[in-house]
């Protein structure tokens, strides 16, 4: 088992930045992807990054040159760096670890609210 435990979600103004974290329980970085997912009032859970276990990383297209995902190998967490924030970033945002997009493994979300 892993627990996925997350931080740094909150409310910051448009433009604002805010990084959230994503502490897993043991190492597992060889093994699996991590990544956000989220989701906001009324909509479909969307995929916002991973970084796969070889260290490649990809981005939903509304997020990307906006935020940047990366990860501490010894501190067995990831990170997601958020910049530029819109409106529409408003969700909850889900950790997650598993196989590419898919999870095995969730966090338990937090709220991330931008302000206009």
């Known amino acids: 088992q892993v627990q996925l435990v997350e931080s740094g979600g909150g409310l910051v103004e448009v433009g604002e930045s805010l990084r959230l974290s994503c502490a897993a329980s043991r190492s597992i970085f060889s093994i699996y992807s991590m990544g956000w997912y989220r989701r906001a009032p009324g909509k479909q859970r969307e995929l916002v990054a991973y970084?796969?276990?070889?260290?490649?990383?990809n981005y939903a297209d509304s997020v990307k040159g906006r935020f940047t995902i990366s990860r501490d190998n010894a501190k067995n967490t990831v990170y997601l760096q958020m910049s530029s924030l819109k409106p529409e970033d408003t969700a909850v945002y889900y950790c997650?670890?598993?196989?590419?997009?898919?999870?095995?493994?969730w966090g338990q979300g937090t709220q991330v609210t931008v302000s206009s």
């Open positions: 997650y670890a598993g196989g590419g997009v898919a999870a095995n493994y």
């Open positions: 970084i796969t276990s070889g260290g490649n990383t």
